[in-house]
């Protein structure tokens, strides 16, 4: 990004959740179905949507870079569709015709803004199986670095998993994941995390600040809210998609939608919950990739390939002397160098197949020999954790 080196350091233990904001540099925005449609018209809340959409527009023009996990396709399609049932395919059926009217209610909100909005359709699968997490986390960086806003929502037309779960907040968690943000921010019914339900409880107390999600703190999460009759989720599934987020180094704010202007009310200081990440999400990639996989297989470099790597390089085909292993795109690979010794891990950006027909090869001959043209990289140095020498 190209003006990140102008943002302020992310936030300390003490920070609040408008400090974290100014602080964020990656955002995912998520919101919901109760938030984004008008529960009678079943359309569009057009006033919210234009105001959320400075909200955005904002955070773009500071240099941030911006992500919107939004719900909305089923409902908007059963306004179109009325007479639909409740069944499986009648819920697949309105998601297909709402996709589009969800992105076009998006664009129309951002053109003022000459801001493009790109459609990301995402199932459990594309955030959770590495291969299809690789094509995903891709797609979504291309479309950041082009300066379109992704707009990201469930394949709900061919996932029938997440149609039954209906927990877009997990989906907003696992987005906040494989694009590495740094700030989750979960639009609610509520303004943040009380103790207990402060709408049936009027002595619970708001948690501001929390930095560990104790079994005490889960359990102060409730149940779904479906009061405005189309949303699905409640403050259980948004601290779940806490859980996921702090496990990738990504903060969460759980904030009240239910202003016009939800994100400038966070930074003016409403009332919010913060729920703090003990490492930042590169830190929290890598300790993943060095300890949660097994390799599938391993690289044998030359000398140069070995020093390149130790300068904070990415490995090149041509630094690659064999191949071993019958490793798939995304899997983990060691890294060995010419003396037989292991040098680190790896995500392989091609199959083992592949990989062996390029290695010793210049990245720009890679799409002669493959006949497509794919990254230059054999593994990408964001994608690598060397041991300590």
């Not at 986390?137 to 806003?149: D, K, P, S, Y």
């Not at 989906?171 to 303004?191: E, G, K, N, P, Y």
């Not at 949303?231 to 990504?250: E, H, N, P, Y």
Request: proline share 4%; with cysteine; aromatic share 2%.
């Amino acid at each position: 990004m190209s003006q990140a080196a102008a943002l302020p350091p992310r936030p300390d233990s003490a920070a609040n959740a408008a400090s974290a904001l100014t602080a964020a540099r990656r955002v995912v925005v998520k919101i919901g179905s109760s938030l984004l449609i008008d529960a009678e018209t079943r359309r569009p809340t057009r006033d919210w949507l234009a105001a959320v959409a400075s909200d955005l527009a904002a955070l773009k023009a500071e240099g941030r870079e911006v992500i919107v996990v939004s719900s909305g396709s089923i409902a908007l399609g059963r306004g179109r569709l009325p007479k639909l049932g409740a069944r499986l395919e009648d819920k697949q059926a309105a998601a297909s015709v709402g996709q589009s009217l969800l992105m076009a209610a998006w664009s129309e909100a951002l053109a003022p803004h000459d801001l493009v909005v790109g459609q990301v359709l995402l199932t459990r699968d594309d955030t959770e199986r590495r291969r299809r997490w690789l094509n995903a986390r891709a797609t979504v960086e291309a479309l950041l670095g082009h300066g379109v806003i992704p707009i990201v929502n469930e394949n709900d037309t061919v996932a029938t998993e997440e149609i039954r779960y209906g927990d877009n907040d997990r989906l907003a968690a696992r987005t906040a994941q494989l694009a590495r943000a740094d700030l989750l921010i979960l639009l609610s019914d509520v303004d943040g995390l009380y103790t207990a339900d402060p709408r049936r409880d009027p002595e619970a107390a708001h948690l501001p600040l929390i930095e560990t999600l104790s079994p005490d703190i889960l359990a102060m999460g409730g149940g779904a809210n479906t009061q405005a009759g189309v949303g699905t989720g409640g403050m259980a599934t948004k601290l779940a998609a806490a859980q996921i987020a702090r496990s990738a180094g990504c903060a969460t704010i759980i904030a009240s939608g239910q202003t016009l202007s939800p994100l400038s009310a966070v930074r003016a200081g409403a009332r919010a919950t913060l729920i703090t990440a003990p490492d930042g999400p590169m830190a929290a990639y890598k300790q993943w990739i060095a300890g949660s996989l097994s390799p599938a297989g391993s690289l044998t470099l030359d000398a140069g390939a070995v020093v390149a790597l130790r300068a904070g390089k990415s490995l090149l085909p041509a630094g690659v002397t064999a191949v071993s292993g019958d490793f798939e795109k995304g899997d983990c690979v060691r890294l060995i160098d010419p003396e037989g010794r292991a040098v680190g891990v790896g995500l392989a950006a091609y199959a083992a197949e592949e990989a062996a027909r390029i290695r010793g090869r210049r990245s720009d001959e890679i799409e002669a020999i493959l006949g497509y043209r794919g990254a230059s990289v054999l593994i990408h140095r964001d994608d690598m954790v060397l041991d300590d020498r």
